[in-house]
């Protein structure tokens, strides 16, 4: 893991667990002995917030161990969170450490236990970081528990504190157990080669729980046995057959989970993975994202229940470019496509209406709520003048074919859509050298109607959800205007940008290849976030941005303070729900990984 993963996931950690250094104000006051510890209760709330952070990622890695498919982290991912915890663990004791020295009373008999275990905690948490030994976690898992039965202790000798408890009976309802058992096993070999270890495996009878390595050293291996005295009378067996072998005994760990789900503590991870279809590129989410389409490099969509069940797989053309669901309760279809976008009901997959067909693959597709439409678009078929016209095409959520002003003839590069809650429909298209934004509303306007013309070669254009205000981007900068009076709001933010965004409460996101800008809705730069390599922007509940090929990072509206969510491998696609409250991507072009946000 880079250094920059590390440092975000060890201030998720650390902010997480010293939230409360910033609430002292907030705690009852201290009756102690003038020779005892002070500070103590704020003490207290940082190690249950240690123990609540570690409980919760325990919840996840148990279910991963155990083949869970939700809620699960994955062992690589505990292993980076146990090292930014250990690195906070290692502060709080050092706070103990000197709150402590030459202090007597009971709080302090109390707090240098909790300190010298969380410790053991931290110790057993980075082993297990190292080397994923079973055994380590079995370890933490019993850290963990002995944690909160200290830190109850330690309750008992300190002012009420109902924040605390409510910590206490949060992080403890979270169960996770081990459970460990020995198993035995016969080895035989080696052997020069493996298939003549194969043949040593059927001589002996080859049993079904017999097995022989493909790579030296050349080896069988029979079991493993539940006990010890069962392999040693096979053991013996073999001995009569002139077959020397040894028997080994080693530690079998099983983990389970039970309690409520820890979603506000495990939202950077992963609610639920699903397996797709290999070399799959590209997801959409219904709008509250419990479905999932998934577009492959062969053109199958896969579409996903609720419940993670593979529901229909069709095939369309290859080159899948677009994906988008339609906002109708229980009535919803989906698109997918490039240069052919067909139309398919939910759950079957069955084709519904006329599809349309582009000259070139197809760049944006919007689903507009209020006049329940699809609206695509598309370049020329080089995106060049001598390559055609661009088009942009709308159907009905059942398919249907719309009438004027569709088709949409545009300019050979192509047109910028966007679209307000209210269904206008925006479009902006580059000539002689200006960007031209027009708008219509399908069902009432036959043409488009001009709205701004912006200098310079179109690149990006978003309009907020209400209507207000709009922002495009050109080869001359980005900028930001309001719809009903662009003259004298017209204003350049800033250079040119990759994307823009609005959020629902009229922030502007400017994306960049080093940087995030948030812009407040009276114009001026609210803060501004670094990046690496800055390359996709989907704004919900807050901003999602894909930072180089393995890092999706989500956004603060506040501050900006970046969160890295644990997608755990290569992004292909990074999508939103219409909600704002799933987060969507494709990992390893084979997974499907989704979050929820806070």
Not at 182 to 193: E, K, L, V
Not at 302 to 318: D, I, M, V
Not at 332 to 349: D, H, K
Request: hydrophobic content about 40%.
């Amino acid at each position: 893991m880079s250094s920059a993963v590390t440092g975000r996931a060890l201030a998720s950690v650390l902010a997480f667990a010293f939230l409360s250094s910033c609430t002292d104000s907030g705690l009852p006051a201290k009756t102690v002995s003038p020779n005892d510890v002070e500070g103590a209760p704020k003490l207290a709330r940082d190690a249950g917030a240690v123990l609540l952070q570690v409980s919760a990622y325990d919840y996840g890695l148990a279910g991963a161990l155990a083949g869970e498919k939700t809620r699960t982290v994955a062992a690589a991912r505990y292993g980076a969170v146990m090292r930014g915890t250990a690195k906070a663990i290692a502060a709080f004791n050092a706070s103990v450490l000197g709150g402590t020295l030459d202090r007597t009373g009971p709080i302090r008999e109390k707090l240098v236990p909790l300190a010298d275990g969380l410790s053991d905690l931290a110790r057993d948490g980075e082993t297990y970081a190292d080397g994923g030994d079973p055994a380590a976690f079995a370890r933490v898992i019993s850290d963990v528990t002995g944690g909160w039965q200290r830190l109850r202790d330690l309750t008992t000798v300190l002012p009420k504190d109902e924040t605390l408890q409510a910590t206490i009976a949060r992080g403890t309802s979270f169960a996770v157990t081990s459970k460990s058992s020995s198993q035995s096993t016969i080895t035989t070999g080696p052997y020069a080669s493996a298939a003549e270890a194969k043949q040593a495996l059927q001589r002996m009878g080859a049993p079904l729980n017999g097995s022989y390595s493909q790579s030296a050293p050349y080896v069988v291996r029979i079991g493993p046995y539940s006990d010890r005295p069962t392999a040693d009378t096979a053991s013996a067996g073999l001995l009569k057959q002139g077959v020397i072998n040894v028997v080994t005994d080693a530690q079998s760990y099983a983990f389970a989970r039970s309690g409520p789900i820890p979603n506000a503590e495990l939202w950077r991870e992963p609610s639920r993975v699903l397996e797709v279809r290999a070399t799959s590129r590209k997801i959409g989410l219904s709008s509250d994202g419990s479905w999932v389409v998934t577009g492959s490099d062969d053109g199958y969509a896969a579409l996903f229940n609720p419940n993670g069940a593979l529901t229909a797989l069709p095939q369309s053309y290859a080159g899948m470019s677009v994906l988008q669901f339609s906002v109708d309760g229980d009535h919803q279809t989906f698109a997918v496509g490039g240069q052919v976008v067909t139309f398919l009901a939910v759950p079957s997959g069955e084709n519904v209406g006329e599809g349309m067909r582009f000259t070139g693959a197809a760049t944006q597709m919007l689903f507009v709520p209020s006049t329940r439409i699809f609206v695509a678009a598309s370049s020329g078929s080089t995106g060049l003048p001598g390559g055609g016209p661009g088009l942009i095409g709308g159907r009905t959520a059942d398919g249907d074919l719309i009438g004027d002003p569709f088709p949409i003839v545009t300019p050979a590069a192509g047109a910028r859509i966007a679209a307000s809650d209210a269904g206008d429909v925006y479009v902006g298209t580059t000539s002689e050298g200006n960007f031209d934004i027009e708008v219509f509303r399908p069902g009432q306007d036959s043409e488009l109607k001009v709205v701004a013309r912006v200098a310079g070669t179109g690149t990006g254009l978003a309009v907020d959800h209400s209507g207000k205000f709009a922002a495009a981007v050109t080869d001359q900068g980005t900028y930001r205007f309001a719809l009903a009076e662009t003259k004298g709001t017209l204003t350049r933010i800033g250079g040119t940008v990759r994307d823009v965004a609005f959020a629902t409460d009229g922030t502007l996101y400017a994306l960049d290849q080093t940087s995030l800008v948030a812009v407040g809705t009276d114009g001026a730069v609210k803060w501004t976030a670094p990046l690496v390599d800055g390359r996709r922007l989907v704004v919900g509940r807050r901003a999602v941005v894909l930072d180089g090929t393995d890092k999706a990072l989500v956004f603060d509206p506040a501050d900006g303070t970046a969160e890295e969510l644990g997608t755990g491998g290569t992004i292909n696609d990074l999508t939103i729900s219409r909600d704002g409250r799933v987060v969507g991507v494709i990992v390893d072009a084979r997974r499907a990984v989704l979050f929820i946000l806070p």
